[in-house]
């Protein structure tokens, strides 16, 4: 029975990390964090708009404008740069009754299928949330492009998610936030570094 | 205040062991509480991933749900006499050093060898250490209500404290455990007799060491704070075995 006490050990060294991997291709941009932003609103009570941003962004874009239906969009964003102005609200926040992030430290974006719209492209991707899945669709328009210390480009986009979606049900029975968050990204995109 | 939340998590666990020990006895509390926690946890969150769909995709409060029914089965089992002995014994303890990695197996993939060792291998350990130490003090102590309401209180204070840092969910399922207990404990009111098993030992010793731990790797339980909650009925527990040394 005394050699059920190594099993912990045992299962511990049985567990096994794992790594993840970045694409690099033409016509490839990637997100300036210091001039990008992802801005978050979400009812409180029912009564007010709150607000609240992620302050990092990261994420490689891949767009011809020629075939932008032959482009990418993927973005991550650590949870652990929530921001509310209230540090107790942000860990709690961080923990498991929102998105979780010890076992879920980012959120990720990628894009499935862009089709233009008019003057703007339609996104179309899976959000990877609190480690659910869900698609999501966003119209994106080009808000600009110009040389300041190399060529820039932006974009920004603003759409809706269902919390619950993502089994985030905190405070929505009682309302004390609401279901809805509407999520508004600017993003600004530099060239990659050349190796 | 909206008591919504507050009674999805307790009237499942209070009505299930009201039911159950009320009309069975004891022996169903286990039982009890797995039925009042799992609905309790559907109600405030959701249907939760079957443990096959966990291995590919994983979650810890999840995985933490069905390790702690997994445990609560053993005990069911145990008291039907289905599981005797050593092998009760045994697989409570397995299931205790196995809770941790199940718990753990997503936040532990991104670290190092050292970190998995430490966190893994130490919180199974005490998790080990934990039902062993439950397990003996039922089967040592006095038939009674007295151990059932020390569970009550052990489990309703960890509750109190997830739910104080950071996490309501885990404080509410934590809490779920301590209703249905607290509940099964009140059915002495009619039955004038309540007195839990040494197989209760498994679940509520790996409730304690799993909800702790959930709040320190998952929320922001701070380390002091589980250290001293965990360690905190390891001197009530020394009362049989003081009694049986002096006596």
């Known amino acids: 029975m005394k050699s059920l006490l190594a099993l912990p050990f045992l299962f511990a060294a049985l567990s096994l990390p794992t790594a993840p991997a970045a694409p690099v291709g033409d016509h490839d941009w990637q997100v300036d964090n210091g001039h990008s932003s992802v801005v978050f609103r979400v009812k409180h009570a029912n009564v007010s708009n709150f607000y609240g941003v992620f302050k990092t962004i990261s994420g490689s874009i891949t767009l011809d404008p020629a075939a932008p239906e032959k482009g990418s969009v993927v973005l991550s964003i650590p949870v652990d740069s929530v921001d509310t ?90 309302n004390a936030l609401g279901d809805t968050v509407d999520l508004m990204v600017g993003l600004e995109l530099v060239k990659p570094a050349k190796k | 205040m909206d008591l919504k939340p507050v009674l999805q998590g307790v009237l499942p666990p209070l009505a ?25 946890y559907v109600l405030l969150k959701q249907w939760p991933a079957l443990p096959t769909e966990l291995w590919s995709s994983p979650n810890g409060t999840e995985w933490l ?21 050593r092998v009760a014994l045994g697989a409570a303890l397995l299931l205790a050093g196995l809770g941790p990695w199940l718990l753990l ?31 003996r003090y039922l089967q040592r102590a006095t038939p009674g209500l007295l151990p059932g309401v020390l569970g009550t209180v052990l ?69 002091s704070f589980a250290v001293a909650m965990a360690l905190a009925p390891g001197l009530l527990l020394l009362q049989p075995f003081a009694k049986r040394a002096t006596g």
């Open chain 1, 85 to 174: 102005r209230d540090g107790k609200r942000d860990d709690h926040l961080k923990g498991p009754d929102f998105f979780n992030s010890k076992e879920n430290p980012n959120i990720e974006f990628h894009s499935t299928k862009i089709a233009k719209k008019g003057d703007a492209l339609e996104v179309t991707g899976d959000l990877d949330l609190a480690g659910k899945k869900h698609p999501v669709t966003m119209t994106v328009t080009k808000t600009g492009e110009g040389d300041f210390y190399g060529p820039r480009v932006g974009f920004e986009a603003q759409f809706q998610i269902k919390r619950s979606d993502f089994g985030m049900n905190y405070g929505i029975a009682k």
């Open chain 2, 16 to 40: 299930a062991a009201l039911l159950l020990v009320g009309l069975g006895g004891p022996r169903l509390v286990a039982a009890a509480v797995a039925l009042g926690a799992f609905v309790a």
């Open chain 2, 65 to 85: 749900l069905w390790t702690l029914l997994g445990a609560l089965l053993l005990a069911t089992l145990e008291h039907a006499r289905v599981l005797r002995g």
């Open chain 2, 105 to 135: 197996m997503k936040v532990a993939a991104r670290w190092s060898l050292d970190l998995r060792l430490l966190h893994l291998g130490g919180g199974g350990l005490a998790a080990v250490l934990l039902v062993w130490l439950w397990r």
């Open chain 2, 155 to 223: 489990l309703s204070g960890d509750a109190a404290l997830l739910a104080g840092q950071g996490s309501a969910l885990l404080g509410q399922m934590c809490g779920a455990f301590a209703a249905a207990l607290g509940a099964g404990c009140g059915t002495w009111l009619w039955r004038r007799t309540f007195a839990l098993g040494s197989a209760d030992g498994t679940w509520i010793g790996l409730a304690h060491a799993l909800f702790l731990l959930a709040g320190v790797h998952l929320s922001s339980l701070p380390w």
